[in-house]
C-alpha cells in the first residue's frame, strides 16, 4: 500500500497546480467571459458567439481538471484512513492512488500544449514509402490504428481522400480527425514509420521492412483567416472511384485543387495539389477541399514563425532508411520511438490506437520547444 510520504505528496502536487494553472484567476476569468455571452444580441452573430463560446468552455475546462483533480486527492486521503479501519482494502487505496496520478499527468501534459494551434482539430496524410503492396498494406494499418485513436479519445475522424493499393492497402489517406488538442497531441505523429514483419504478401516468408509516411498539421476553424489569392487557385473534378453506387461511377463529383503557393519569405513556388471524394456534392467537396489548403497554408506560416525550417526540410526525406521517428517489429514484440527512446513489448495494443506513452513521452521531451 502507498505510504504516508506518498499522500502528502499528492497533497502538494495539487497546491502546486492549482498554482500554476492559476485557478483562482480562471474563476474571475470565467464569470467576466460568462457576462459576455448573456447580452440579449449575444447570437445575433453567430460566429462570433461561437468563437466566444468556444473561449468560455476552455476557461471551465482547466476550472474542472482541477476540481478533478482535488477530488481524486480528497478521496484517496479519505481511501487512506478507512483502510485503517478495515473499512477499505490496500488494493482499494492503490487504485486510488493510481488513478489521481494518472489524471496528475494527463493535466500536466494538456497544460504543455500552450501554443496558438494546439487546440485545433488535426489533419493526417498518411502515404505508402517502398515496398510496394507490403507498404500499402502497411499504410492501411497505420490509419487503422489513428482510426481507433480518434475513437478511443471521442474525436471524430472522417477520411477526405483515398487511393486505394494495387493489390492490397492504401496508397495514402488523408484523414481529419477533429476534436479539441487533437493536433496538439497528434503532431507527434508526424515523420515516418517503419514495420519489420515477416510479410504475408512474401511467398518465402522472409523477414521484411516498409515505410509509411506520417503528416500532420492543424485543421484551422472560422477564428483564424487565411488569405487564398484567386488568380493562383484552379479546379478540376472528376468521377470518384470505387465502389459507390452509380452516382459514384457517373458524376463528377470528385474535385482536385492546385494552387501555386508562393513563400513570402523566399519568394519560392510550390505548387500544393489537393483532391477530395469525401461527399457525392461536389460544392461540399470544393468547400472541404479549401478548408485543407487553408490549413495546410497556415501550418506553414506557423512552421516560419517558430523558425522550424530545419524540421520542415527533415519531414520531406526520402521514405526510407535512417529517416523513421519509430520502428514496429512484430515478431521481437516491440515499438520503439527513436526520438524518445520510449518503447513497449505490447505490439497488439500500438496498433490498436494505445499510443498515449509515446505521445507523453514525446511532449515530455519536446513540447516546451
Same mark, same amino acid.
Given at each position: 500500500?502507498?505510504?504516508? =510520504?506518498?499522500?502528502?505528496?499528492?497533497?502538494?502536487?495539487?497546491?502546486?497546480?492549482?498554482?500554476?494553472?492559476?485557478?483562482?484567476?480562471?474563476?474571475?476569468?470565467?464569470?467576466?467571459?460568462?457576462?459576455?455571452?448573456? *447580452?440579449?444580441?449575444?447570437?445575433?452573430?453567430?460566429?462570433?458567439?461561437?468563437?466566444?463560446?468556444?473561449?468560455?468552455?476552455?476557461?471551465?475546462?482547466?476550472?474542472?481538471?482541477?476540481?478533478?483533480?482535488?477530488?481524486?486527492?480528497? =478521496?484517496?486521503?479519505?481511501?487512506?484512513?478507512?483502510?485503517?479501519?478495515?473499512? *477499505?482494502?490496500?488494493?482499494?487505496? @492503490?487504485?486510488?492512488?493510481?488513478?489521481?496520478?494518472?489524471?496528475?499527468?494527463? *493535466?500536466? #501534459? %494538456?497544460?504543455?500544449? &500552450?501554443?496558438?494551434? @494546439?487546440?485545433?482539430?488535426?489533419?493526417?496524410?498518411?502515404?505508402?514509402?517502398?515496398?510496394?503492396?507490403?507498404?500499402?498494406?502497411?499504410?492501411?494499418?497505420?490509419?487503422?490504428?489513428?482510426?481507433? +485513436?480518434?475513437? &478511443?479519445?471521442?474525436?471524430?475522424?472522417?477520411?477526405? @481522400?483515398?487511393?486505394?493499393?494495387?493489390?492490397?492497402?492504401?496508397?495514402?489517406?488523408?484523414?481529419?480527425?477533429?476534436?479539441?488538442?487533437?493536433?496538439?497531441?497528434?503532431?507527434?505523429?508526424?515523420?515516418?514509420? %517503419?514495420?519489420?514483419?515477416?510479410?504475408?504478401?512474401?511467398?518465402?516468408?522472409?523477414?521484411?521492412?516498409?515505410?509509411?509516411? *506520417?503528416?500532420?498539421?492543424?485543421?484551422?476553424?472560422?477564428?483564424?483567416?487565411?488569405?487564398?489569392?484567386?488568380?493562383?487557385?484552379?479546379?478540376?473534378?472528376?468521377?470518384?472511384?470505387?465502389?459507390?453506387?452509380?452516382?459514384?461511377?457517373?458524376?463528377?463529383?470528385?474535385?482536385?485543387?492546385? +494552387?501555386?503557393?508562393?513563400?513570402?519569405?523566399?519568394?519560392?513556388?510550390?505548387?500544393?495539389?489537393?483532391?477530395?471524394?469525401?461527399?457525392?456534392?461536389?460544392?461540399?467537396?470544393?468547400? !472541404?477541399?479549401?478548408?485543407?489548403?487553408?490549413?495546410? #497554408?497556415?501550418?506553414?506560416?506557423?512552421?516560419?514563425? %517558430?523558425?522550424?525550417?530545419?524540421?520542415?526540410?527533415?519531414?520531406? !526525406?526520402?521514405?526510407?532508411?535512417?529517416?523513421?521517428? %519509430?520502428?514496429?517489429?512484430?515478431?521481437?514484440?516491440?515499438?520503439?520511438?527513436?526520438?524518445?527512446?520510449?518503447?513497449?513489448?505490447?505490439?497488439?495494443?500500438?496498433? @490498436?490506437?494505445?499510443?498515449?506513452?509515446?505521445?507523453?513521452? +514525446?511532449?515530455?521531451?519536446?513540447?516546451?520547444?
Amino acid at each position: 500500500m502507498i505510504t504516508i =510520504e506518498q499522500l502528502k505528496a499528492t497533497q502538494q502536487r495539487l497546491a502546486e497546480l492549482e498554482k500554476y494553472l492559476n485557478i483562482e484567476q480562471k474563476k474571475i476569468q470565467l464569470e467576466e467571459e460568462e457576462l459576455r455571452t448573456q *447580452v440579449p444580441d449575444f447570437w445575433e452573430d453567430q460566429k462570433a458567439a461561437e468563437k466566444q463560446m468556444k473561449v468560455v468552455k476552455g476557461i471551465r475546462s482547466w476550472i474542472e481538471a482541477y476540481n478533478t483533480a482535488k477530488s481524486n486527492v480528497e =478521496e484517496l486521503s479519505l481511501a487512506f484512513e478507512y483502510c485503517k479501519e478495515e473499512l *477499505v482494502t490496500e488494493d482499494e487505496v @492503490d487504485a486510488q492512488y493510481a488513478k489521481t496520478i494518472a489524471w496528475f499527468e494527463d *493535466v500536466e #501534459l %494538456r497544460n504543455m500544449l &500552450q501554443g496558438e494551434e @494546439d487546440h485545433l482539430s488535426c489533419v493526417l496524410k498518411i502515404n505508402a514509402g517502398a515496398g510496394g503492396t507490403e507498404a500499402q498494406d502497411w499504410a492501411s494499418m497505420l490509419q487503422r490504428l489513428y482510426m481507433r +485513436y480518434a475513437e &478511443q479519445h471521442n474525436y471524430t475522424c472522417t477520411i477526405s @481522400d483515398l487511393v486505394d493499393g494495387d493489390e492490397a492497402g492504401i496508397k495514402s489517406v488523408t484523414m481529419q480527425i477533429e476534436g479539441d488538442m487533437a493536433y496538439g497531441y497528434l503532431k507527434s505523429e508526424n515523420g515516418v514509420h %517503419r514495420l519489420v514483419r515477416v510479410s504475408p504478401y512474401n511467398a518465402q516468408g522472409k523477414r521484411m521492412t516498409s515505410f509509411a509516411s *506520417v503528416f500532420a498539421f492543424p485543421l484551422i476553424d472560422d477564428s483564424i483567416n487565411i488569405e487564398i489569392e484567386p488568380a493562383r487557385l484552379s479546379w478540376d473534378t472528376f468521377r470518384s472511384g470505387g465502389a459507390g453506387g452509380q452516382n459514384v461511377n457517373k458524376v463528377e463529383s470528385g474535385v482536385r485543387l492546385r +494552387y501555386m503557393f508562393k513563400d513570402p519569405y523566399t519568394g519560392v513556388e510550390e505548387e500544393i495539389l489537393i483532391e477530395n471524394t469525401e461527399t457525392r456534392d461536389q460544392p461540399k467537396n470544393k468547400e !472541404k477541399a479549401l478548408l485543407l489548403l487553408k490549413s495546410q #497554408l497556415y501550418d506553414r506560416e506557423l512552421q516560419h514563425r %517558430r523558425q522550424e525550417q530545419a524540421k520542415i526540410e527533415a519531414g520531406k !526525406k526520402k521514405i526510407e532508411w535512417g529517416s523513421q521517428i %519509430r520502428s514496429y517489429v512484430f515478431d521481437d514484440r516491440r515499438v520503439k520511438d527513436h526520438r524518445t527512446g520510449f518503447q513497449t513489448s505490447d505490439v497488439n495494443a500500438v496498433m @490498436d490506437g494505445k499510443i498515449d506513452g509515446f505521445i507523453k513521452a +514525446y511532449l515530455m521531451e519536446f513540447g516546451g520547444e
